[in-house]
């Protein structure tokens, strides 16, 4: 080949390549280059490796923000505390007197409530402590409860949520517990990795009966209830939470509305908890599939008082798990109340506040320990559940069916059990 017909190769090849270069996207010479290399082994191994060490450097990054975002929000949190100090100490406690039955020792909910929790009432005290002078209906009609749209709801705890953190005890119980005085935190394991630790996954599948909602005290009712409306009750809200967990979670629910505190057309909840449980108890008999028992309750508070939040957008009562240890500090161990499950029921109610305190962390109130039983001792993931008080709306309790309904659910699933 002469010098002129290289010359002449050379000049088509750079005509070539500028062609190319000019081409649309799709055919630019960069693209095609990469289409063609992407065909050899090689350069596709290390183009894998080098998107393989981007994540790795990512995860280690975003591991970073989270640890420095978590010390950032505890000392907020730490702030927020120290502010409010010493003036939401405790109020005092007024004790039921008398009768050897179950009901007439249980609820001593008269006690303060810790400082340290968000949007936290000064006294708590026992739905039955409430009179019907203190229920007082209105005529006012409740919207009809559609059930919500999914939402994409993300973590964003207010509390440091680290392994560290939760393993300090005095952190954990300042933060996650009230105890009543008539009880003693220590007559239990109060450990959160343990309780993190447990698996509450369902083993039996919806075609079956998985959860069972009943209500104690049965006639419990809000600030606008209309006289003598089922919907306006805590049963009301037990039909909210039942299509909640059956429509949108998949979940066979059996909803209890019997009256137990009723007896003869009049209000009395002496006995209301042996009723309960002695019934409750023959239905999970007939339905062993069951795994998940709930005691729905509204609490009862100071008049002026209001458990409120905003939760997407909704105004949403506040809600209060309650516990109970089978222990008094003036008998010790109760031995007529015995209780297998009392860890477990622990580590279920510190799963579903834990939930609460990711994604939903203004909604909670925390987990108040207390010296009785409470019919708990029923299953494992029995709970007592507080939802709202008297002087919540209906729909502002029903609209708190809604987030309870997703932190159950995420138990349920075992989903971020630990950051």
Same mark, same amino acid.
């Given at each position: 080949m002469t010098k002129v017909q290289k010359a002449f190769c050379v000049f088509l090849c750079l005509c070539f390549f500028a062609v190319l270069a000019m081409l649309p996207e799709p055919f630019s010479l960069w693209e095609t280059l990469q289409n063609v290399y992407r065909q050899f082994p090689l350069?596709?191994? &290390?183009?894998e490796k080098a998107q393989e060490t981007w994540l790795e450097l990512d995860g280690e990054t975003l591991a970073e923000i989270g640890k420095r975002n978590g010390e950032y929000l505890g000392?907020?949190?730490?702030?927020?505390?120290?502010?409010?100090?010493?003036?939401?100490?405790?109020?005092? &406690?007024?004790?039921?007197?008398?009768? /050897?039955?179950?009901e007439e020792r249980e609820k001593n909910l008269n006690s303060s409530s810790n400082d340290n929790f968000n949007n936290k009432e000064d006294k708590i005290i026992t739905s039955e402590t409430q009179s019907?002078?203190?229920?007082?209906?209105?005529?006012e009609t409740q919207p009809a409860n559609t059930l919500p749209q999914s939402t994409i709801v993300l973590p964003h705890p207010i509390l440091d949520l680290s392994r560290n953190k939760l393993s300090d005890y005095e952190y954990l119980m300042n933060n996650f517990y009230i105890v009543d005085e008539n009880t003693d935190a220590s007559a239990v394991k109060i450990n959160a990795s343990e309780f993190l630790a447990e698996d509450f996954s369902l083993s039996h599948g919806p075609l079956e009966p998985q959860i069972l909602i009943y #209500?104690? #005290?049965?006639?419990?009712?809000?600030?606008?209830?209309?006289?003598?409306?089922?919907?306006d009750s805590i049963v009301g809200v037990g039909n909210y939470l039942t299509s909640l967990l059956t429509e949108k979670y998949g979940y066979q629910v059996i909803h209890i509305k019997e009256a137990f505190d009723m007896m003869s057309g009049e209000l009395d909840r002496n006995k209301a908890y042996d009723y309960a449980g002695d019934y409750v108890e023959k239905v999970?008999?007939?339905?062993?599939?069951?795994? /998940? /028992? &709930?005691?729905? #309750?509204r609490d009862g508070i100071d008049e002026d008082r209001r458990l409120v939040t905003e939760i997407n957008g909704k105004e949403t009562a506040q809600i209060l798990f309650y516990n109970g240890l089978?222990?008094?500090?003036?008998?010790?161990?109760?031995?007529?109340?015995?209780?297998?499950?009392?860890?477990d029921n622990l580590a279920f109610s510190f799963q579903l506040e834990y939930q609460a305190a990711l994604y939903y962390p203004t909604f909670y109130r925390g987990i108040y320990l207390a010296g009785l039983r409470y019919n708990l #001792?029923?299953?494992?993931?029995?709970?007592?559940?507080?939802?709202?008080?008297?002087?919540?709306?209906?729909?502002?309790?029903?609209?708190?069916?809604?987030?309870?309904?997703? &932190?159950?659910?995420? /138990?349920?699933?075992?989903?971020d059990k630990q950051n």
């Open positions: 350069y596709y191994f &290390i183009e000392e907020l949190a730490e702030a927020e505390r120290n502010l409010e100090g010493e003036n939401n100490r405790t109020e005092a &406690i007024n004790e039921k007197e008398g009768g /050897v039955t179950e019907d002078n203190e229920e007082q209906p209105t005529s #209500h104690s #005290h049965s006639q419990e009712t809000f600030s606008d209830s209309r006289e003598g409306e089922e919907e999970l008999e007939e339905n062993p599939s069951v795994e /998940v /028992v &709930i005691d729905l #309750h089978s222990y008094t500090n003036t008998q010790g161990q109760v031995s007529y109340l015995p209780n297998p499950y009392i860890q #001792h029923l299953r494992k993931r029995a709970l007592l559940l507080e939802a709202g008080a008297q002087t919540n709306t209906v729909q502002e309790v029903k609209n708190a069916m809604e987030p309870f309904a997703d &932190i159950l659910n995420r /138990v349920l699933k075992g989903s």
